[in-house]
C-alpha cells in the first residue's frame, strides 16, 4: 500500500535507520577495533532522529491506534519494543555493545520498523479518515521539524565494503 503524505516523514526516518541496519549486517564479522566506530554511530542517530522519533510515535500515532482493540496488543509490542532499542542505545553510548550485540540490534531495529511499516501503518491507513492522518501528520511535522531532513552519513569504518567513501564538503559543492 502507498503510504499515506502524513506518515512519510516516520517512513523516511525509518529508512534511514534500515540503512544502518543493512550496514551492520554487510559488515558482520565487525572486528573488536572498529565496535567504538559503530557504536558512535547509532549513538550519534540516536541523539539527532531516533530519540524524537520514539516520543512522536509514543505522543501522536500510538494514540491514534488505541480506539482500535486489534491494534492495543501492537501497540504495546511496539512501546516494549521502544524501551528495549532505547536500552541498546544506551549501551552503544556507554560503548558497552559487542560485535553480536551489534547483530542483535540491527535485527531488532529491523523487525520493529517492519512491524510499524507492515502492521501499524498499512492498518491505520485503512482505519482513520483524511482527517485523522492530518492530525498525525500536523503533529510529526511540528515535532520532527528540525530533524527532519537529518542525513548521517556513514564514517570511513562504518561504510559499506566496497562504497566510494562520501566526498570532502569542499568537493561535493564542483
Not at 503510504?3 to 523516511?12: A, C, T, V
Not at 554511530?41 to 486489534?70: D, G, K, T
Not at 492495543?72 to 524501551?83: A, F, K, M, N, T
Request: proline letters at 5%; one cysteine or more; glycine letters at 4%.
Amino acid at each position: 500500500m502507498l503510504r499515506d503524505k502524513n506518515l512519510i516523514p516516520l517512513s523516511h526516518q525509518h529508512q534511514r535507520a534500515l540503512a544502518l541496519c543493512v550496514r551492520i549486517d554487510r559488515a558482520q564479522p565487525i572486528p573488536e577495533h572498529d565496535l567504538d566506530a559503530w557504536q558512535r554511530e547509532i549513538e550519534q542517530q540516536y541523539q539527532e532522529e531516533v530519540e524524537s522519533h520514539f516520543a512522536v510515535e509514543e505522543r501522536a500515532v500510538f494514540p491514534a491506534a488505541r480506539p482500535f482493540p486489534e491494534l492495543i496488543p501492537l501497540v504495546e509490542e511496539l512501546l516494549s519494543d521502544h524501551r528495549s532499542l532505547g536500552a541498546v542505545f544506551f549501551q552503544a553510548r556507554s560503548r558497552h555493545l559487542s560485535s553480536e550485540g551489534l547483530s542483535d540490534f540491527a535485527k531488532q531495529l529491523s523487525g520493529h520498523i517492519r512491524k510499524e511499516e507492515r502492521q501499524l501503518f498499512e492498518r491505520l491507513q485503512e482505519l482513520l479518515d483524511s482527517e485523522q492522518l492530518a492530525v498525525i501528520g500536523s503533529a510529526l511535522g511540528e515535532a520532527l521539524k528540525d530533524n527532519i531532513h537529518a542525513c548521517n552519513l556513514a564514517n570511513g569504518t562504518t561504510q559499506l565494503r566496497g562504497a566510494k567513501p562520501a566526498l570532502p564538503e569542499t568537493e561535493s559543492r564542483k
